[in-house]
């Protein structure tokens, strides 16, 4: 059996600072436009939703943006996170190819989700708020500000789409054990979840219903904000930790990555472990390929239009320029829970626009067989959303080993799969199948669009 | 907030050897005796089920034994783990005390039992075993046994009882991800379990009954043989990397425990944080306290006899001298199920009733309780087992508090609640209660006890 090789940064050398690509775009990112008028979007709109540190964020062109003392303290309690030599991976596939994997898995709740929600709770406190409504699907970014609002002594509200509350009661109770409260959505809290039980009393949800309820809710209220979990730009900013030590770790390596891989739900796991990486290169450094993976059955960049869109489907959120399959588009039930999303973070579909970044799509079952494989070999059983990663990866360690090439290949474990066994016993169990790719839906939901020509 | 405060040891200080408490026992261990002859047993009588170095282990005084390279080669991917300073815990407590934790949940399986499960696999197959069987109540043995099967090469059947089977389906689906079989218990696989089926066609199944389905499996085919994840001296050996790691670690943060806590089921956990401890004060070393902290439901240490029992129901394993509850006794169904055991490791018992540990027993809600003060201040939410190290530690802080005391306190989290949500969820919903000790049903047990006086 070949050694682990795992690469472990002394804490002192963890980030100080977050990594803006915004700096470094060679065309600057469209305008984020206001859902009432179309005119792009003042830092004054989004005030009763965000701390004005985070809108700052969001809008700013600065290349290093400081990570907050308090925000690091919490971070340290599991970052740097490993980066790991996946030898026995190698070994097993009989490849040239020199594997490396990020490790998000140990954080508290076992995913990259944290490295933002601990950044927007700090803000938030900072800004006198005590109270942080969110959405969540599959869960793991509602634990993950539950974990946050009780390091920082936020309550946090989570507005979960009932059709996942009714299936996932373990990630509510792991909500509610770091005293979060949850909501099953559409709810009689709100005038928007009030409107839905009215018009279909028998409604399960969906992620647009849980949005609107959190936006309404936050902008309701004085002391109360609205957080979100992926597709903004601060939110992948604060992703960027990943990258940055990974690029130290694989110094340590004294490697340097020939091809970077992630998977792209809202985008903001690939763009951490991407990002720095592709910093350097916009700034002449190495060329690498970067892979962005998304499943077959909601293929966003690969099948999206590259348009103005809603975040969410009852249109309360501003307007974003993105690949998008349309905001009325309901994405089938697969798995990958975290990658069930219409949309795609603007600077992911900027950067796919613009050839930087090659998107790839995947069926589930083929990525379920990938994940099993790196199990057994790596040790750790990876969340279904990591399994789109993990399947390219070995894809392309399989084409070093036709072609004899050696390249070094670097991929996110944006976490591991405890949380998702219900899916690997489907798996297992035979009862899993690819969901077919619905074109006439996808057609009718962008047919939808509002039509803005910028 | 209060800053993180971790001490991470680097991978090149990692344990070289196990510490091997019986080399400074001031008294022997009682003999292990056939059960059989109730002749002390021979090494050879073990051969059938395990490998010749782990029977040696089991049998040595030797008091530092060496680590093997592939052993430490595997360990790497997640130890040095890393121990933290509870100062959100501490300051929330508002005490004077330093509390530390070391925390084993950040294995691939959440806990501490890979540490012993690697060891056995590398054991076997050095020794040309193809196959191990074992048991598993909660799962976390199997888990573990299965992911050390996946890195070695070697297939685990693992005989799960039959009720967990059934109600525990992602820690089988866990298991089967890495390529365990999984079969539930009593099954039709075994002679074992086919008399179980035809006296009793609707049995649950038991502990016992899955051990004595496992034992027989391995000793009827020349290349299987068994593995046991708790109890046993060689297993305990295997664990004390985390205490040995610790001692470490305290020396880094300048400090030195006067207090050392870990709860006791079979006493793994327990042994691999404190044996490294207690043999130093063995040995003449600063004199500390040793906390056991067991289920009020299952008090083995604290109302259990010092006498010679079985380990399993059917009375196929060999005799040890042990607090025991009765080899008949059945825990009722709390969720802390790794600590559902009838006996208690002999070196446990032993050094029990040398008076060099101090037994204590809680109650299921008071540890539950504990367990979510702990998540919401630390950010890690325990495994059930672990909660009653967590509740013995608060308790000791509030202390302190009470008397002023600034006393250095270090627990062993020897695990995440990840896979233990259900009983999170009971525990939220005010659906769990506390089981009364069963007096009446262990004095029947007691009585069962063969009568052996040595």
């Known amino acids: 059996m070949t050694d682990t090789v795992k690469f472990v940064l002394d804490e002192s050398r963890m980030p100080r600072h977050w990594y803006n690509i915004n700096a470094d775009l060679p065309v600057p990112l469209a305008p984020v436009l206001h859902?009432?008028?179309?005119?792009?979007?003042?830092?004054?709109?989004?005030?009763?939703?965000?701390?004005?540190?985070?809108?700052?964020?969001?809008?700013?062109?600065?290349?290093?943006?400081?990570?907050?003392?308090?925000?690091?303290?919490?971070?340290?309690?599991?970052?740097?996170?490993?980066?790991?030599?996946?030898?026995?991976?190698?070994?097993?596939?009989?490849?040239?190819?020199?594997?490396?994997?990020?490790?998000?898995?140990?954080?508290?709740?076992?995913?990259?989700?944290?490295?933002?929600?601990?950044?927007?709770?700090?803000?938030?406190?900072?800004?006198?708020?005590?109270?942080?409504?969110?959405?969540?699907?599959?869960?793991?970014?509602?634990?993950?500000?539950?974990?946050?609002?009780?390091?920082?002594?936020?309550?946090?509200?989570?507005?979960?789409?009932?059709?996942?509350?009714?299936?996932?009661?373990?990630?509510?109770?792991?909500?509610?054990?770091?005293?979060?409260?949850?909501?099953?959505?559409?709810?009689?809290?709100?005038?928007?979840?009030?409107?839905?039980?009215?018009?279909?009393?028998?409604?399960?949800?969906?992620?647009?219903?849980?949005?609107?309820?959190?936006?309404?809710?936050?902008?309701?209220?004085?002391?109360?904000?609205?957080?979100?979990?992926?597709?903004?730009?601060?939110?992948?900013?604060?992703?960027?930790?990943?990258?940055?030590?990974?690029?130290?770790?694989?110094?340590?390596?004294?490697?340097?990555?020939?091809?970077?891989?992630?998977?792209?739900?809202?985008?903001?796991?690939?763009?951490?472990?991407?990002?720095?990486?592709?910093?350097?290169?916009?700034?002449g450094g190495k060329r690498m390929e970067f892979i962005a993976v998304e499943p077959a059955a909601c293929p966003t960049l690969t099948k999206g239009r590259f348009a103005y869109d809603y975040g969410d489907t009852a249109h309360l959120t501003p307007l974003t320029k993105m690949h998008t399959l349309g905001s009325g588009f309901v994405p089938p039930g697969f798995h990958a829970g975290g990658l069930r999303y219409h949309g795609m973070a603007p600077q992911i579909s900027h950067l796919a626009d613009l050839g930087l970044i090659q998107p790839r799509a995947y069926e589930q079952l083929e990525c379920f067989a990938a994940g099993l494989q790196f199990a057994r070999a790596e040790g750790i059983i990876p969340a279904p959303e990591a399994n789109h990663a993990v399947k390219a990866t070995i894809d392309e360690a399989m084409r070093c080993k036709e072609s004899g090439q050696s390249k070094a290949i670097l991929f996110n474990l944006c976490g591991h799969g405890n949380f998702d066994m219900q899916a690997y016993t489907d798996y297992l169990g035979g009862k899993l199948k690819d969901h077919e790719y619905a074109e006439s839906e996808v057609a009718i939901a962008l047919a939808g669009l509002p039509s803005i020509t910028r």
């Not at 062109?61 to 026995?88: F, K, M, N």
């Not at 989700?113 to 900072?126: G, H, I, L, S």
């Not at 409604?203 to 936006?215: D, N, P, Q």
């Open 35 to 283: 859902p009432g008028t179309h005119q792009p979007i003042s830092a004054d709109d989004l005030l009763p939703l965000f701390p004005g540190a985070v809108i700052e964020q969001e809008m700013s062109t600065e290349r290093d943006i400081e990570i907050p003392g308090p925000v690091r303290d919490v971070y340290r309690q599991w970052r740097p996170s490993p980066l790991y030599r996946a030898r026995r991976l190698e070994q097993a596939l009989g490849t040239p190819a020199r594997l490396y994997y990020k490790y998000e898995g140990v954080s508290p709740t076992g995913s990259h989700k944290p490295n933002t929600a601990v950044a927007q709770a700090f803000y938030n406190r900072e800004a006198g708020i005590k109270h942080i409504t969110t959405e969540t699907g599959a869960g793991q970014w509602g634990s993950s500000l539950a974990l946050a609002g009780a390091l920082f002594g936020i309550e946090v509200v989570v507005y979960m789409v009932k059709v996942s509350f009714q299936q996932k009661p373990y990630r509510r109770a792991f909500m509610e054990s770091f005293g979060a409260e949850c909501i099953a959505s559409p709810s009689d809290t709100t005038a928007a979840g009030r409107a839905v039980l009215a018009a279909t009393p028998d409604s399960t949800g969906s992620l647009g219903i849980a949005i609107s309820e959190a936006v309404e809710m936050a902008a309701q209220r004085e002391d109360t904000h609205y957080a979100l979990g992926s597709v903004l730009n601060h939110v992948l900013l604060h992703q960027t930790v990943i990258g940055i030590e990974a690029r130290e770790q694989m110094a340590m390596a004294e490697d340097e990555p020939d091809l970077v891989i992630g998977c792209t739900g809202g985008g903001s796991n690939f763009a951490g472990i991407v990002f720095p990486f592709l910093g350097d290169q916009l700034r």
